[in-house]
Each structure stands twice: as structure tokens, then as C-alpha cells.
């Protein structure tokens, strides 16, 4: 009789399973939510992660850069900017002699002297210049002056001396401050304004102290004047022949085809990119454009990042 009711009693266990309904619906939210909380709460205490505000993430007590791919079309585009320093000169073989001439005998040893240099808009007159500075093997203290933001041409002393931090009382005292720079400084330094033809005036006289400094046997002043016009100095500053300051005159003429050609194509080359993204047929086509038109080889830059 046990045995029975053994039997009996596993089948009814048996038959009340097979009535029992099975859910087939997913775990409740809460129930997932603190599945997924478990599981990140094992990861974090196994690979500990901190993250910085310079963007530098902390692995397990090492530094990593978070690196961002950037794309071809984003890095073809950075590279035709304006402001983009050219990974080198093409061309303008003797412009860069006569410059890294100008450097050699007059700022690198420690003296004073002038040089105009005109052209275009577009024609690689700062960029050929400053890069030049840059290769020089003689450190030398240099500034860029952008003379159009000046209303009036006596501001350029202070900008000058502002661009080297370079103390000084007022602006009434700031051609007192150069001039004791330029003749009791203790080297040599570099000026260059850039659209000097903004300081024209109805006398004159500051671009004529300008390069009266820079011509002073013991000056310390290396002038560079950097605009547009060929004939600035012969139109408007006549006197400088009579005061023996004339500058060194260096002219850049429009870029032709080949060299604009030239130019988009180092850029483009800098670039590290399976695929070109502008073909060199597009390229040629630009340059003859511009180069039937300015010359301008911003032009051609913003045409090409444009496309």
C-alpha cells in the first residue's frame, strides 16, 4: 500500500507541472537593470577607468590619448586653409637668396638694416619670410606687426614694443622706449610690419624714423616692410635716398600655373590619404584660372577647400 500511494502522489505532482503555464515574457526592467548594474560594477573594479577634462583616459593606472579618426576629406580640407603654415617653399628660388641674405648680414650678426619687399596679394611674401626665420640657425627675437588695425601711424612705436613686452611709460614715450632698445638693447631683433603702407601719412615721419633707426650704424633694428605697392618707397618716401636709409627692394611676382600647380600638390601630398581627394586635373584647372586673373594663391586655396 505505501508503494501506491507513492505512485500516485508523483503522478499528481507530475500533472500539476504540466498545468502550470510557462511565461515566455522577458525579465522585468528592474530585474535587467540590475543585471547590467552587476555586470558594469565587475568591469569598473576589474579595468578601472578615470577620464580627465584634457581628454586623457586613465586605463588601469596608465595614460591613453583618446584618439579621434579623422577623416581624408577633414584633413585635405585643414591643410587648403589659409591659415595653414606650408609644409615648405615651392619655387621663388631668388626671393628666398635675397631674404636669407638680408638675414645673414644684418640681424643674425647683430645688425641693423632694412628691406621692403612688395607684390600682390597672394604672392607668398609673409609665409616665404617667416619661414625663413624659422631656419634660420641664429635665434633671434622677431615680431609681426599688422599695421591696418592702427589708426594712427604713431601707434606703430608701441605696437612694436608691445609685440616684444617691452615696457614703457606711455604712448607718448613709446619712440624714447625703441630708440633706447634699438641703440642700448642687448641684441639685435627682427621687426616686420606687415601692410606698412597703412602708416602713409601726410608728412611721413614716422616711416622715416622707422628706417632711419634700422639704418643707424649702431642699430640693433632688422626692418622688414611687407605691402602691396612696388613704388611705395619712390612715390612716398623720396627723403630716404638723401638720408642714406634706402631698404633693400625685393619684389614677388604673381604666382604662374606651374608653380600654383606645385603648391596645391605639396599640400595635397602632406596629407597621408590612400585615394586623392582632388584629382590633379581639377588642380591644373584651378591654377590656370587664378593665374589668368591675380596670381593670388589664396585664391587657389579657397577654391580647392571650397570644391
Do not use: W
Not at 61 to 77: D, L
Not at 180 to 192: E, N, P, Q, S, W
Request: aromatic share 4%; net charge positive; charged share 20%.
Amino acid at each position: 500500500m505505501p508503494a501506491a500511494r507513492s505512485t500516485r502522489t508523483t503522478a499528481a505532482n507530475r500533472k500539476a507541472l504540466a498545468e502550470t503555464p510557462i511565461s515566455r515574457q522577458p525579465p522585468a526592467p528592474v530585474a535587467l537593470a540590475a543585471q547590467k548594474a552587476a555586470v558594469v560594477a565587475t568591469l569598473k573594479s576589474a579595468f578601472p577607468v578615470t577620464k580627465h577634462s584634457n581628454g586623457v583616459a586613465v586605463v588601469g593606472g596608465k595614460s591613453a590619448k583618446v584618439a579621434k579618426p579623422v577623416s581624408s576629406f577633414v584633413a585635405t580640407k585643414t591643410v587648403l586653409h589659409r591659415s595653414t603654415a606650408p609644409p615648405q617653399i615651392i619655387g621663388r628660388e631668388s626671393e628666398q637668396a635675397a631674404i636669407r641674405q638680408f638675414l645673414q648680414t644684418t640681424v643674425e650678426k647683430g645688425r641693423g638694416g632694412s628691406m621692403y619687399i612688395s607684390g600682390n596679394p597672394g604672392t607668398g611674401k609673409t609665409a616665404c619670410l617667416q619661414t625663413l626665420i624659422k631656419q634660420s640657425l641664429t635665434s633671434f627675437p622677431s615680431v609681426l606687426v599688422n599695421c591696418v588695425p592702427l589708426t594712427r601711424p604713431e601707434q606703430a612705436y608701441a605696437a612694436v614694443l608691445d609685440a616684444l613686452n617691452v615696457e614703457y611709460d606711455g604712448a607718448d614715450s613709446a619712440l624714447a622706449g625703441l630708440e633706447r632698445l634699438v641703440f642700448k638693447g642687448k641684441g639685435a631683433f627682427l621687426v616686420i610690419l606687415d601692410e606698412v603702407d597703412s602708416l602713409l601719412g601726410s608728412k611721413q615721419e614716422v616711416l622715416y624714423r622707422l628706417f632711419e633707426l634700422a639704418a643707424h650704424p649702431d642699430s640693433r633694428l632688422a626692418l622688414v616692410g611687407i605691402a602691396n605697392a612696388l613704388d611705395l618707397t619712390d612715390r612716398f618716401l623720396p627723403r630716404l635716398q638723401a638720408r642714406n636709409c634706402v631698404p633693400i627692394l625685393l619684389n614677388f611676382n604673381p604666382y604662374q600655373v606651374n608653380d600654383i600647380v606645385a603648391i596645391l600638390q605639396s599640400r595635397l601630398d602632406s596629407v597621408a590619404t590612400g585615394e586623392p581627394v582632388i584629382q590633379k586635373a581639377a588642380l591644373e584647372l584651378c591654377a590656370r584660372k587664378v593665374a589668368a586673373t591675380s596670381g593670388d594663391l589664396r585664391k587657389a586655396l579657397d577654391v580647392c577647400r571650397q570644391a
